[in-house]
């Protein structure tokens, strides 16, 4: 797929604030001052300054021909329906394409805010030209979006990508739905640093939770701290064998990680791609990628005004 | 998509022995006494004969517009191409589609045998109408086969669908590539056959692995065997975690599942769904079947000559 040369508005709907920018072909033209969600009651005040706020983004750029929404939560893609936005009060069976549709004019396209991530890293990022995509955000919890033969696939109820629900061993620690192993149990932040505090412990170093971000663990693994090391070397393991049956049920090209725990780089990269080699036949191995993800907050904006710039051409 | 009003062949090319089959929309018209490889010496003089048999059955069927052919190894789908067949000697890079093509003078498309397996259930089978759909033949190993947006799914290296290797354990038994925690080293029928003959013995019943067979255990279980019953539910808890993950995933419709295991019936079909629905969300789970095959012995011809037939069209 070539540069899109369509000007569109991508809105990245967070837990506490609404961000807007403008694009145009993969390139961020500008952001506006981010929305607090808290300052308007309900759905309907929000989605009103939103079309306020895209309307006076079209008096400076007045091409804008599509809007595209990530939102966190569950939706209907093709009816552009909002389920529910768990952290969003208020925030459920809102239909957010109709209502920002009519009140702009202009064609908008609603997505769940991982897919949105998956999508700007294919289109214009780190797996750009690649075919078969498997992006996650390592954060307090791990999401993830597929691209499948060059397309967003979104599974039978837009559910598709829950990453950090697989699960690494059928007798492990419950996830959140009870679901044993859970992969987001092991290497989520909040898990990562109790693992950490543990790991300090055993060695009879005293560290708190707020001691153990993945940054602070890779500092010390940088300066030579052989705890820290050695966990970033369980966490490959870890995350590298749901990284290693993603790739025997997929077989992808890429696998792209952003978020905290990609951060640390080698650290995390160099363990996790021998693991997951480790853990595969050359003929799968051979043609996979793992890399660091290219966007990080701008993903949200640059997917969604990618994905609404693409669904009309 | 409607049923295929084209007739085509299917080949079913196994270890031992090459099936044939004419079929149109589904429906297996006839199938020819099977060609055992051992009797050719090499591709060339084997692809001979199915060349000549194909002949054979145009003289009967003369409408007959296309071959599927599915074979037990990694193949390149759009060359037609055979990479590696471990089980049948000399066939090794042995360009299949053009050879046949070239004898027959009929299009032809090569294909992975569990492949062809999940399209027959998705085209005609258990799973026709669906889009997203995850079929698994158990047996010695685990094959698996993708129908994902309604089409075959192949993956980067026509390699996807490996859901035997995907590892439910990530400290767990080694696979066949030292993958930890393989899921077809806990569920394949000899595995399982070494699981049960230990579980007697712990409770000092002597049987031999040729006693437990997934038909032997399954059989015990009916007749009130608590010990068998207790082995059906420990598969299902192993099984249904790689479903689980899948679906997590994938989002699918439905998984299918066919071979030993699966002919226990409720015995492994009604744990293994509350197991799944156990590990998932009610978005996922709500929309999720977990099916048997409906076709045994002919998925392969039904499936090569289905795939066959709608590729012309």
Known sequence: MSESSITSVGIDFGG?????????????????????????????????EMA???????????????????VPGLVDFDHGFVHILTNVPGWKHVPLKAILGEKTGLPVVVENDANAMAYAE?????????????????????????????????????????????????????????????????????????HAVQRYAEAHVQKTLEECTPKMIADAAKAGDDIARQIWDEIADWLGTSLSSIAWLLN??????????????????????????????????????????RYSNEAGIIGNASLAADSIV
């Not at 500008?30 to 309907?44: E, K, R, V």
């Not at 006076?56 to 804008?64: A, F, H």
């Not at 629900?165 to 990562?192: C, R, V, W």
């Open 16 to 48: 506490t604030s609404v961000k807007l920018g403008v694009c145009r072909g993969g390139e961020l033209l500008t952001t506006d001052a981010p929305i607090p969600t808290a300052h308007f009651a309900g759905p309907a005040a929000l989605i009103g």
């Open 252 to 293: 992808p090209d890429a696998f792209v990680i952003g978020g905290g725990v990609a951060q640390a780089g080698d650290l995390i990269f160099d363990p996790l791609k021998r693991k997951v080699q480790s853990m595969l036949s050359t003929v799968v191995w051979e043609r996979l990628q793992i890399l660091p993800a």
């Open 122 to 194: 294919f289109r214009y990022g780190a797996a750009r030209g690649l075919n078969n995509v498997v992006a996650l955000t390592m954060g307090t919890g791990i999401g993830g979006g597929l691209i499948l033969n060059g397309q967003l696939y979104r599974g039978s109820g837009c559910a598709a990508g829950e990453i950090g629900q697989m699960s690494i061993h059928f007798d492990g620690k419950p996830g959140h739905y009870g679901n044993l192993g859970a992969l987001e149990k092991y290497t989520g932040n909040k898990e990562i640093a109790e």
């Open 52 to 70: 306020a706020r895209i309307a006076k983004l079209r008096e400076t750029y007045p091409d804008i021909a599509a809007i595209g929404v990530g």
